[in-house]
Every structure is written in C-alpha cells, then in structure tokens.
C-alpha cells in the first residue's frame, strides 16, 4: 500500500524532486511511475496505458480530479495566453492535450489568424481530439499531430506560445521536454505550464489528500471499472515538485521572466516563462 503522505527524495539527476530519472540500476536509469519506481525506457508505455483506458472518459476523469474546477483553471490560462482577437498570426502549441480542451478554448478565443497544433503522443487521446474538432467544426483552426514532448517535430522557432495543462508531470525526462518547448519558441514567445502543485493552506490539505487517495479512485472503479490509471494519477500529482521548485526547473532549461500563480489554495499552479 502506498502511503498518501510520501514525499519525493531529490536525486542527483532529479534535484528538485520530479518525475526525472530516480536513480541507476544494473547501469540503467531508473524514473517514477507515480509512487513506483521503473526503468526510464519503460515510463512512456505505462503512461500510455494509463491513458489508453481513460481517452474516452478524459473529460469526467478530469471532473473527478478537480470536482469540476479544472475548467475554470484552463479558462486562466487562456485568459493569461491572451491570444491575438483580429487577423494577425498567432501559431499556438498545445502539447498532450489530445482530447483538444485547451485547444478549443483558445480557438475559440482567438481571431481569424490564431492556429493551433495539438501535439501528442497517444493516439487514443488525438483520435478524441479530432472527433470533437470536427464536430465543433474547429478542424481549419485545430490540427492535431502525434508527438513526442521529448522530441518534438518541429523547426526551431515555430510558435508564438507553447501550453501544456496537466500532463508536465507524465513526461519521463521533464528537463528534456521544457528545453523542447523553449526550442519550437519564437524569440519573446511564452510557454505556460498549468500543473497540478502543493496545497499550501491549513486544513484544506488533508482534505485534499482524503479526496485524493480514498475518494478519487473508488469513483474511478465505480464509473470507469477500473481504479488503477485514477491512482496514479493521484500520485503522480503527489510526486510532481512544489512551485517554486518547477519555476526554478524553467530556468535551468532557459525560460527567462519566470513566474507563477497559485490557484485554489495551491492545488495547482500556473507557471509561464518567455524566450528572450
């Protein structure tokens, strides 16, 4: 059994606590799936399995881990993204955000020039994603493009804004996928990182951390038939580091005027930083 208070031990390569390599074994780079700890080659196929099960239910799975709030915390970061209203071209990035929530968002924010590229490496995910596109009749403003956030397909200096909303945390190597994003940025273009963090008020922790453990997955089993991908994900929230740890992991892959908010008590956190 896991225990809900467990705090990540910062290694060598993973100095601020994340989701980086946990250490070697037998020559080999070891990582963490949730609170498990897995050879690095192996965490991608996890995660995918993980999301694999849950593409269809993505939506409500997301009800369920914020009660509904994470809505209002996408509607942040698009209002912080401020994307151009009129003509002028504005290229957005969207990385693991196949099922296009945030995409829409923005798409639908922006004028007749913002485009935007989902980038994501579940096909389950992207097939959701194009779906609702088509049907929101979206698809001439939202492509989407199976990717990998380690190594993405893309030019240098591609975009105007690089986003990702929840899914930092389920990057094997997170050092490799922020310098990535930092790359496909055009000189004085943003990134935003919305993430779950660390409650930070008296009280409505161990309130947050019953609702984790006890009460998330039980709705998984119950609704989805199966509470294994909703426990990792509560954990993989739990190892994700605070955010003053992350902003400084922004800089470190090259992010200049790095900042963040809390929101909700500290429940998540969003962080953004520009290329100069």
Do not use: C
Request: a positive charge; hydrophobic letters at 40%; zero cysteines.
């Amino acid at each position: 059994m896991t225990d809900p208070n467990f705090q990540p031990t910062p290694s060598p390569e993973d100095p601020h606590g994340a989701q980086g390599p946990a250490g070697l074994r037998d020559g080999k780079a070891d990582t963490h799936f949730g609170y498990r700890t897995v050879p690095l080659q192996e965490k991608q196929a996890l995660v995918d399995d993980v999301f694999h099960k849950v593409a269809r239910r993505y939506d409500i799975m997301n009800d369920f881990m914020s009660a509904g709030l994470h809505r209002v915390w996408k509607d942040a970061l698009v209002s912080k993204l401020r994307p151009p209203t009129g003509e002028r071209p504005f290229r957005l990035l969207d990385l693991a955000g196949g099922t296009g929530d945030v995409a829409f968002r923005v798409a639908e924010a922006g004028g007749s020039g913002t485009h935007i590229t989902v980038a994501d490496i579940n096909t389950e995910m992207l097939a959701v994603g194009r779906e609702r596109a088509e049907k929101r009749g979206l698809s001439g403003k939202v492509d989407f493009q199976e990717a990998n956030a380690e190594e993405l397909p893309f030019p240098d200096r591609s975009f105007d804004a690089v986003t990702i909303a929840f899914g930092i945390r389920n990057v094997p190597r997170i050092p490799m996928a922020l310098k990535e994003m930092r790359r496909v940025l055009k000189p004085g273009g943003r990134a935003f990182v919305l993430e779950f963090s660390k409650v930070d008020v008296p009280g409505l922790d161990k309130i947050y951390e019953t609702y984790s453990f006890k009460v998330i997955p039980a709705i998984g089993k119950r609704v989805a038939g199966d509470a294994e991908p909703y426990q990792y994900l509560v954990e993989s929230i739990r190892r994700f580091p605070h955010a003053e740890a992350f902003a400084q992991m922004m800089r470190d892959a090259g992010f200049k005027r790095v900042d963040f908010m809390r929101m909700t008590g500290g429940v998540v956190a969003l962080h953004w930083g520009f290329r100069i």
